[in-house]
């Protein structure tokens, strides 16, 4: 939280009389500390899947566009549309390794 945020807040707490300086000293504490998250661990963000172009794809495999263009469609590369968009898509990076190594990238 800003410096700035902080005294604000303290304002505002110190305006209002229904408050007791106890309540108002532990409002202030929870304030500084923050939403309860341990200070040395960063709160843990969802990753996006890594998406790669059809010419990522192809280049990685040594195959043509239309090699890539025909695994999508048996299923064994997975392909993600893009959001708020209706025929820009990319492949799983995931499923492109599975298939190199020859795990099964289909699910």
Same mark, same amino acid.
């Given at each position: 939280m800003l410096l700035t945020t902080l005294d604000a807040m303290k304002a505002m707490l110190r305006a209002d009389q229904s408050i007791s300086p106890g309540d108002r000293a532990r409002l202030l504490s929870r304030l500084r500390e923050g939403p309860g998250l341990d200070n040395d661990k960063a709160? @843990?963000?969802p990753q996006a899947p890594h998406l790669l172009r059809r010419s990522a794809v192809a280049a990685r495999l040594s195959t043509s566009l239309r090699t890539v263009d025909n695994l999508c469609r048996q299923g064994l590369l997975k392909k993600r549309v893009l959001d708020n968009?209706?025929?820009a898509y990319g492949i799983? @990076?995931?499923s492109v390794d599975a298939l190199i190594t020859g795990k099964d990238g289909a699910q």
């Open positions: 709160p @843990a963000v968009r209706q025929r799983l @990076a995931e």
